[in-house]
């Protein structure tokens, strides 16, 4: 059973909440199915001009896992969960009793019970207290949660997102903030939030947070340069622990050790020297051990970290949020199976594409889901065979005879899948290679010969300037391609084929993960696909925006960049030939996602607040404005003339009137 609270008025809510998920049980299931067999929609599901196909999985991702007990000695199991609302990331805290899965459900306490007041938020890590009061940051709010009283205690907008969490001795909550990497205290008695200052001035990510008996506060921070920052908590003054000198791609380490001493080495994951860190400086420990120090139980979570141990003996043995399953073995020895359920928005679609079975197919992120909806019979299915695949998400997806492809974010890994025999944990999907190169993949296309699929994207955290993967479509041979010689600091997020053997590819000056962006200014650029050199570049937007989507026609290059212009290329005589503001419309969608060309010869495009049709003039017209914001697209239907779109987690069509 499944309980759903909010800040007041709980029991009238619950009974609201229970109604609607009765309501919905009803009105549509979607099945899990292990291979592309679906079952039919309810007969009565008649589709219109633009219709919502619904939520393409029903499934909220865990951002974390506690272990804990009531005051009575329950054992219980704290959770957050995130799903989309209405293409927003929306976060509720779940308290699930560990023996029998009955479960409470606690949104955001400044959303609403309906989500009307929702802006987008995240939660990046948690804590659990010595005071057992559960503190977390949904987005840019800074939240208290009292579980005995469970309801939120405490709530106030700040600046960014917590990475990192530390109890100081005397009871004081720290955290540390992507992206300005600030340092913020809480005191649970005094009920008073404080803002110290920034750990460091260029860097992002202050993935670890130690608070020590002698007044200093120390900080592991990365992506781009790593740094091992001490914060004197009195005095304000800051220290960088690591010599500029030596300074490199990754990130600093702290964590109180179960001794009591808090350690830090300079490169987390990484063999290095090990340091302890004591009146704000760092004394090498020597020999170096060959294992870092135990590390004690703090309470805090990172994303999806878990603390499997119960107070007074019992652990957790499996947790799977998005399949609403656990076990857990007691302080008795005697294993507990449950089932639990929550309510749900559903995951958010990042990508689809027509299949090569005339389906539509998509994936999904926090978490990932790989779907398909049959336009024939009107059915949904998503695999939970995805979970064979660590990773986030298919940023695109593409089609080649019978297989499809994609590249996985985060780390490259390449895949194939083929959609003509069943799922299985062996050889289908099947993965090609990992790529650093293109760690946050971005752009998929098929060569003009139908010979290669060529993924492109951002590389991983702290990197600047991605590369591309060459795919053998016969053999599944993949192969990088550095092109960071050619369009130094830039990196490949939209691809597009034309003929005689040439590649157009549209690029992004961003560095994510922590970067620090170099260029300045997206090129346009065209490669030559057999020696795979870039043989042409331009600038085709004065603004040097990314450049966000692109489709050819007619031998003409039509692209889309970040801030809505659109532009046309000639590939002959090496000039963009009209340009013309979109804003109006919106801004486009994912990468590679927003212009498709149809049988009709017409481009349409998805943009966020719009459907729009790009004629044989290049004559803008305008066909919809969108209730819903689109983020994500796009795949066109031939046999049925349908553009079809995400936003948030639900799959819409837009049928094209001839």
């Keep these: 059973m499944i309980r759903i609270m909010w800040l007041s008025h709980r029991r009238f809510y619950y009974i609201v909440a229970s109604l609607w998920l009765i309501l919905s049980s009803c009105h549509r299931e979607i099945p899990q199915p292990s291979s592309t067999d679906v079952e039919d929609e309810d007969d009565n599901n008649v589709e ?90 949904f987005g840019n709010v800074f939240l208290e949660f009292d579980l005995d009283k469970r309801e939120w205690t405490f709530q106030q907008e700040i600046e960014g997102r917590a990475m990192s969490f530390a109890e100081a001795p005397d009871g004081k909550i720290f955290f540390a903030n992507f992206s300005q990497s600030t340092l913020y205290s809480f005191d ?47 005095s304000g003054e800051r220290r960088n622990l690591i010599p500029e000198s030596e300074r490199v791609i ?34 090498e420990v020597l020999p170096t051990p060959s294992a870092l120090p135990a590390k004690a139980v703090t309470g805090f979570i990172f994303w999806q970290q878990r603390i499997n141990d119960f107070p007074g003996g019992g652990r957790i043995v499996e947790f799977i949020l998005r399949d609403k399953r656990g076990q857990i073995v007691d302080e008795n020895g005697i294993t507990h199976t449950f089932t639990f359920d929550y309510a749900t928005a559903g995951a958010g679609v990042t990508s689809l594409a027509m299949g090569p079975d005339g389906a539509i197919w998509g994936c999904t992120s926090h978490p990932i889901r790989l779907w398909r909806y049959d336009p024939d019979k009107r059915t949904m299915g998503d695999w939970n065979g995805i979970n064979e695949i660590s990773g ?95 369009i130094p600091g830039l990196s490949t997020i939209c691809l597009r084929a034309l003929d005689g053997g040439l590649l157009v590819g549209g690029t992004s000056t961003a560095a994510p993960g922590g970067g620090m962006p170099t260029a300045t200014k997206a090129v346009l650029y065209l490669m030559d696909d057999v020696s795979r050199q870039i043989i042409f570049q331009i600038v085709p937007i004065p603004s040097g925006k990314d450049i966000m989507s ?23 005589t090496k000039k963009v030939t009209l340009q013309k503001d979109l804003r109006d419309y919106g801004t486009p969608v994912n990468p590679g996602q927003t212009l498709v060309l149809s049988d009709d010869g017409n481009i349409y495009g998805v943009m966020s607040r719009s459907i729009i049709k790009i004629d044989a003039d290049a004559d803008i017209v305008k066909l919809l404005d969108l209730s819903e914001h689109a ?19 639900n799959l819409w069509s837009y049928q094209i009137e001839l």
């Excluded at 308290?95 to 409470?104: E, L, S, V």
């Design 188 to 234: 649970p008695v005094g009920r008073e939030l404080r803002l110290y200052g920034q750990l460091d001035d260029v860097q992002q990510y202050p993935y670890s947070l130690a608070v020590g008996d002698d007044g200093w506060v120390y900080a592991g921070i990365g992506t781009a340069r790593n740094n091992i920052v001490a914060y004197n908590r009195v």
């Design 392 to 486: 986030g998400n298919f940023p695109n997806l593409i089609t080649s005879g019978k297989h499809i492809y994609g590249a996985l974010y985060n780390g490259g890994m390449v895949w194939r899948f083929d959609t003509s025999r069943p799922w299985n944990n062996y050889n289908n999907p099947l993965q090609l290679g990992t790529f650093a190169g293109i760690a946050r993949p971005r752009a998929a296309a098929v060569t003009s010969d139908r010979e290669h699929i060529v993924f492109g994207g951002y590389p991983g955290y702290g990197v600047v300037g991605g590369d591309l993967v060459f795919v053998n479509i016969v053999n599944g041979q993949a192969i990088p391609i550095t092109v960071q010689d050619q």
């Design 550 to 572: 692109l489709v050819v026609r007619g031998g003409m290059v039509y692209g889309i960049t970040s801030d809505s212009q659109l532009f046309v290329f000639d590939p002959n």
């Design 250 to 283: 990754g990130e600093g380490y702290v964590f109180r050790g179960a001794d009591g001493v808090i350690y830090a080495t300079h490169l987390k994951g990484q063999k290095a020297p090990l340091f302890r860190l004591e009146n704000g400086q760092k004394i």
């Design 48 to 137: 219109t001009v633009l219709t919502d196909h619904g939520i393409v999985s029903a499934v909220s991702e865990g951002r974390g896992v506690i272990a804990h007990r009531t005051s009575s000695g329950n054992p219980i199991i704290i959770a957050v969960s995130m799903d989309r609302f209405h293409g927003r990331s929306r976060n509720s805290l779940l308290i699930i009793d560990a023996r029998t899965g009955q479960t409470d459900q606690y949104w955001h306490p400044l959303d609403g019970p309906d989500g009307e007041n929702a802006v987008s938020r995240e939660c990046y890590s948690s804590m659990l207290a010595s005071n057992g009061k559960f503190y977390t940051m």
């Design 631 to 649: 983020t994500a697209g796009i795949a066109f239907d031939h046999r049925k003339n349908k553009v079809y779109f995400a936003s948030g987690a």
